[in-house]
């Protein structure tokens, strides 16, 4: 199978690609000029400079294929210019469902996030049924991803075979830019995360998000919504987790949201907007926050096969690679198999 592959350079798309590659797939990689191939390396396939934004150079890598695996995304929960997030996120999406048409592509993958779901602030676990609306998106990032998926459900209505994939939140090695979420097992292993909130996190084993990607091509309803997660975890068992694994001391203080909003207000101010820089906290991830992100795969696991697996595994395989790259000291990593297997 000839498979056309976006976002193979990030995190979870570099995971995809190695799934694809050890069952078979032909692969086409999608790379920009400035891309990284760091990530592509040791995997069998061939890659074609092209742009999301520039929607006829992607039409000589489709012609052939029996498959797109659309992975890319714009993912930072703060950006100085909106607009290029939407533009990649949701025009980008639309013009690659088109291409695909165009290009006679049998089938289409397209990986949404659990963001577009709507969650609660009292942690009630949440399916693909749940009623949800653009007005319940916070956020760019999460807008965006909400309006590239309707682009995809359409598309999926109009006729065209188009499967949508909503992971919750990745974890494990080569997570190189970091992530969002890869930036908490960071600055946790550098000593830089002295409180938390009362927040919560479905974290999920990158590889099984992979390998249900690898799924999808064969199985599946087009059209349908499916949740790839693993556990349902507050922040705090997050941190206590990683506490075992590393020996690094948990935090025990708990900040009020108002705290934390404030924080990130300045944050915002003086590091974003005044600096120029990323700043470390924003108020889209406080307001995310209140919310506890806890989700259901119970139709992915029926329909696709896909497996609820242990995220222990997962999130040492993370600390372990951010510590053998640099991202943090080695001596982060000390706990003995023994007593983190007990966490």
């Known amino acids: 199978m000839k498979v056309f592959l976006t976002g193979a350079t ?23 000029k400035s891309s990284n191939l760091a990530n592509l ?31 890319a995304a714009d993912y930072r929960l703060w950006i100085r210019d909106p607009d290029a997030m939407y533009r990649a ?14 290009a006679g592509v049998r089938r289409v993958v397209y ?19 749940t009623p949800v609306s653009l007005a319940d998106m916070v956020g760019h990032y999460k807008r965006s991803k909400f309006m590239a998926e309707q682009q995809a459900i359409a598309a999926a209505q109009d006729g065209q075979e188009v499967m949508v994939l909503n992971p919750t939140t990745p974890i494990g090695a080569n997570d190189a830019k970091p992530t969002p979420t890869g930036r908490i097992f960071v600055d946790f292993l550098n000593r830089k995360f002295p409180a938390y909130m009362d927040t919560g996190l479905n974290l999920v084993d990158v590889s099984e998000v992979a390998r249900a990607h690898v799924l999808a091509l064969t199985t599946g309803t087009p059209g349908r919504r ?72 119970a139709r992915a696991q029926q329909e696709l096969g896909f497996r609820i697996l242990p995220v222990y595994p997962a999130m040492r395989a993370a600390i372990e690679w951010f510590c053998a790259h640099g991202y943090a000291p080695t001596s982060a990593l000390t706990a003995q198999p023994a007593i983190a297997g007990r966490a």
Request: contains cysteine; proline residues 4%.
């Open 41 to 71: 390396e040791g995997i069998p396939g061939d890659t074609h400079v092209g742009d999301l934004g520039q929607p006829e150079s992607l039409r000589p890598a489709l012609a052939g294929c029996d498959a797109v695996m659309h992975v």
């Open 226 to 297: 499916y949740i790839l997660g693993g556990e349902n975890l507050t922040l705090k068992q997050i941190l206590d987790k990683m506490a075992a694994i590393t020996g690094i001391p948990s935090p025990t203080v708990k900040i009020p949201f108002a705290v934390a909003a404030t924080y990130a207000f300045f944050e915002e101010l003086i590091t974003g907007r005044i600096r120029g820089r990323e700043p470390r906290a924003t108020l889209e991830e406080v307001r995310m926050g209140r919310k506890k992100m806890f989700a259901s795969s």
């Open 89 to 102: 996120n949701v025009e980008g999406t639309r013009d690659l469902l088109r291409m695909a048409r165009e």
């Open 10 to 32: 990030g995190f979870v798309g570099h995971h995809v690609a190695r799934a694809l590659a050890a069952q078979g797939a032909e692969l086409r990689m999608l790379v920009r």
């Open 111 to 129: 990986t949404s996030s659990v963001a577009t779901m709507h969650f609660r602030t009292d942690g009630i676990v949440v399916n693909e049924e």
